[in-house]
């Protein structure tokens, strides 16, 4: 038998995940037998960029694709900021409902991270339960809102007397019976089919522009909002979510699920080597593996995918280089082919054969009119972020010079393995650090709440000196976010986070976390007051090159909007010191042409998951082994979740691989 030839275009989370999954997964169905890779076989991973995966394989940038590590001076053992994705949504395997469909959790990324070893770099990613706002030109903290201290917007009905996710929960209760909530919410199989057939539930007022019986899924999220709380609670709810990304025309029923996430007080965790790490611990277990199996790796960086057709039960497809990216270099086959690549990507690789007339044997999946319908579903999210090193975190009131006015209310508490280790060299009782470790990862936002529950654990009360040790070992200064209407909307802070504490501290803050709206803002100030454009925006790859550094004039106009946020309208942005380093990436940019996906109205979400990942099964009569793997149709749209799970489903259905984990209350996609 010749050997296969199994081709993944994408480096990033579901492109690694496939290739990890087709080395380590098993399968018990004979019928399958014939698709697992064996020895003599050829596994080939190509990327676009070059990621800087380890020291055999260096790169231009941290590893992840829509992930990047930014260390301060590039060190990594030095304080970092993420500047794309950076957290994820912790899944206790441990609880005794844990594969209850209304467990939470990101199952995958979970049991990934265990799988490769990292989980003794799980560390909390704490969100701050007294988030600071400075919205319309007024300072103040989320609990500082009510109705006789209400926000600065005019909404009926006292609106601004709530926080902002009022709004989202007034859309919610049009369509989620009010004991679904009470009762733990829905499951994820049930959101499935909340997906197709929600509707709303509510008898409205004749002047809705939306009535009952209206089925969500058909309705534009911005329209439904506006309808319902008018422009000032509309306003409300864009500027204080932080996430314009939120608020437009999206699929209704999906956001009435995405919009129950961004609540003060989530939990969620990261890893303190920094979440590229993940990326490049699956690429080193890819080599491993290979090489174990006796299985023939080839990894092609900064080559791109230019054009793929299936012709004689092979996937033909010309590939590009990196230096000259819309002319083909050569041409190559495959036995199975993933597009491990966003839409934006996926819609360059149509344009190439796009008007050519495919030959009698060939097909020519990605220009079929109904698969392009279906590439449309979602929506490119815009997003950009600029990060800062100082050494002074100054936005805290143990700043050493000029102290924020208003102070990110971030300090909370967290017992994490290192704590434990750190109290034990301490000289920490043995007895309280037993106890303690039931305690791992509860985050508590004041030092006595967490002296309590140690307490309650052992029944003994610790002593001034503990206490003191204690608070210092478990404090947490991170991570925010505070909000803004400005075109920084977000800033989150990092803090002195370096791998190798002891040096000098600095001190990280992502100073931007910006998408939708005001990318474009950030975008021109790019280049100088004095500076004409000399390489088309269409062909600028920074994403691929890594963080670019920020330009004088940049720097100083978010000093400008950060003096505002923490020292009060018209600060002067003297008050910033100016920052030992800053950088951004524009996700705005191809080859991504956006931070992350979200799923438009009008479309059946189930359908165009199980469809779109083998986009052959819309062509009658039709079935090509080419695979389309990724966040942007999934369930889990902005998350590594949803990269592994659709690159899971796929390898399910159509490989024959048993599921990672127990999958029957948790489909990584939405079933028939």
């Known amino acids: 038998m010749n050997p296969k030839t199994y081709s993944i275009f994408g480096a990033g989370a579901a492109g690694l995940y496939t290739a990890w999954r087709l080395l380590e997964g098993k399968t018990n169905d004979p019928t399958f037998k014939s698709k697992q ?15 800087d995966f380890s020291k055999s394989h260096p790169g231009s940038r941290a590893a992840g694709a829509r992930i990047c590590t930014w260390h301060y001076k590039d060190d990594k053992d030095n304080s970092y900021v993420e500047l794309g994705g950076m957290r994820y949504s912790f899944w206790d395997q441990k609880s005794p409902h844990a594969n209850d469909g209304r467990a939470p959790g990101h199952r995958l990324v979970t049991k990934t991270i ?27 903290y989320i609990n500082d809102i009510t109705s006789s201290n209400p926000a600065p917007y005019n909404i009926n009905n006292f609106g601004a007397g709530a926080t902002p996710d009022q709004a989202f929960t007034i859309l919610e209760n049009l369509g989620i019976p009010a004991g679904v ?120 960086p900064d080559t ?34 993933w597009l491990a690549i966003p839409r934006a990507a996926i819609d360059l690789v149509a344009q190439a054969t796009r008007y050519h007339q495919p030959a009698k044997d060939e097909v020519d999946v990605l220009n079929h009119e109904k698969v392009n319908l279906y590439l449309e579903s979602t929506i490119m999210q815009p997003s950009y972020k600029i990060g800062m090193f100082f050494d002074d975190p100054w936005w805290t009131t143990a700043a050493k010079n000029n102290p924020a006015i208003y102070p990110a209310q971030i300090t909370g508490y967290v017992i994490t393995p290192d704590v434990i280790e750190q109290l034990g060299q301490d000289k920490f009782p043995a007895k309280v650090l037993k106890d303690m470790s039931t305690l791992i990862d509860v985050p508590y936002s004041g030092l006595n709440e967490m002296v309590k529950a140690i307490e309650n654990k052992t029944e003994e009360a610790l ?17 925010g976010p505070s909000v803004s209407n400005s075109p920084i909307r977000m800033v989150v802070y990092f803090g002195n986070n370096a791998k190798v504490q002891g040096k000098k501290p600095i001190y990280g803050i992502l100073a931007s976390y910006d998408d939708e709206d005001n990318t474009t803002f950030w975008q021109e100030l790019e280049l100088g007051a004095r500076s004409e454009r000399t390489v088309p925006v269409s062909s600028d790859t920074q994403p691929l090159e890594g963080p670019r550094k920020v330009p004088e004039r940049m720097v100083k106009m978010l000093r400008k909007m950060l003096a505002e946020l923490h020292y009060g309208p018209n600060s002067d942005y003297s008050n910033i010191p100016e920052p030992l380093e800053a950088a951004y990436m524009n996700w705005s940019l191809p080859p991504f042409n956006a931070g992350y996906h979200e799923w438009a109205p009008h479309f059946d979400v189930g359908d165009v998951q199980r469809k779109i990942r083998k986009p052959s099964q819309l062509i009658t009569g039709k079935d090509a082994d080419i695979f389309i793997v990724g966040e942007a149709y999934s369930n889990d749209q902005a998350w590594v979740e949803g990269a592994y799970c659709t690159a899971e489903s796929v390898l399910n259905d159509f490989f024959g691989i048993e599921p990672i984990i127990d999958n029957s209350e948790y489909p990584f996609i939405c079933p028939e």
């Open 37 to 51: 890779l064996s020895k003599g076989d050829v596994l080939e991973l190509y990327d676009w960029g070059k990621y």
């Open 114 to 140: 265990e799988n490769l070893g990292l989980d003794k770099y799980s560390v909390p990613f704490n969100v701050t339960n007294n988030q600071l706002f400075y919205l319309r030109s007024r300072n103040f």
């Open 181 to 300: 909530k009470k009762d733990g919410g829905f499951t994820r199989l049930e959101w499935c089919r909340f997906y197709k057939e929600g509707r709303i539930i509510k008898k409205l007022p004749e002047s809705s522009v939306f009535q009952e019986g209206d089925l969500l899924k058909d309705i534009g999220y911005w329209n439904l909002l506006y309808d319902q709380v008018g422009s000032e609670g509309y306003d409300y709810a864009a500027d204080g979510n932080g996430y314009s990304s939120n608020v437009i025309n999206t699929n209704t029923a999906v956001s009435m699920n995405i919009n129950d996430e961004f609540t003060p007080g989530s939990q969620y965790k990261t890893l303190s080597i920094g979440y590229s790490g993940m990326f490049n611990a699956l690429f080193d277990e890819i080599v491993k593996l290979c090489k174990q199996k006796g299985i023939v790796f080839k990894y092609y």
């Open 304 to 337: 791109r995918l230019h054009s793929i057709l299936w012709k004689n039960k092979k996937a033909v497809f010309t590939y590009a280089s990196r230096t000259n990216p819309n002319i083909a270099e050569g041409t190559r086959e495959a036995d199975a082919a």
């Open 463 to 479: 002593t001034i000196a503990q206490v003191n040790q204690l608070s210092i070992a478990a404090c947490r200064d991170t991570i």
